[in-house]
């Protein structure tokens, strides 16, 4: 049975089910939508990722991509940039304090996600899922593969 793109394609299944799921609900709670890019943001923030240029790096985006995102969820009022204390000249993204709702209801949804996972495909299988993605996959591999025909 040829499985090849199966996990990778799972993999980004899970995070578009979990991201439509998370997103859908809280318009459903009368907040504001947000993009995909700005979601994952936010949610990475929220576990404790705070300076720009690691958060470009956590989503695999570039600085300049992030900046963007900084500026349109500033705008919003959703999130504030600050001096960091470990390097004046550098800053860390915090939650707005207007934000608070959003953060709250958020939490909620997301621990209730996991909680209807686990009734649906088993308590199990969660956490076997939970520790295979927080293992460590080490950098990302080069896997050796043949030149295309009429290449040397």
Request: net charge positive; aromatic share 6%.
């Amino acid at each position: 049975m040829d499985t090849w793109p199966t996990l990778m394609i799972r993999l980004s299944g899970l995070l578009l089910w979990f991201d439509e799921s998370l997103q859908t609900s809280l318009e459903m709670a009368g907040f504001q939508p947000v993009t995909r890019s700005q979601s994952l943001f936010l949610l990475c923030l929220a576990a404790g990722e705070n300076r720009p240029s690691r958060l470009a790096t956590q989503l695999g985006v570039s600085r300049q991509a992030v900046s963007h995102i900084i500026a349109e969820l500033s705008r919003r009022g959703l999130i504030t940039l600050a001096v960091d204390p470990a390097d004046a000249r550098g800053r860390i993204v915090e939650y707005s304090f207007e934000a608070k709702d959003l953060r709250r209801a958020a939490r909620a949804v997301v621990t209730g996600l996991e909680a209807l996972l686990e009734q649906r495909i088993g308590r199990d299988a969660v956490r076997s899922l939970r520790a295979g993605l927080t293992g460590d996959w080490g950098e990302p591999a080069a896997i050796e593969v043949p030149a295309p025909r009429g290449k040397t």
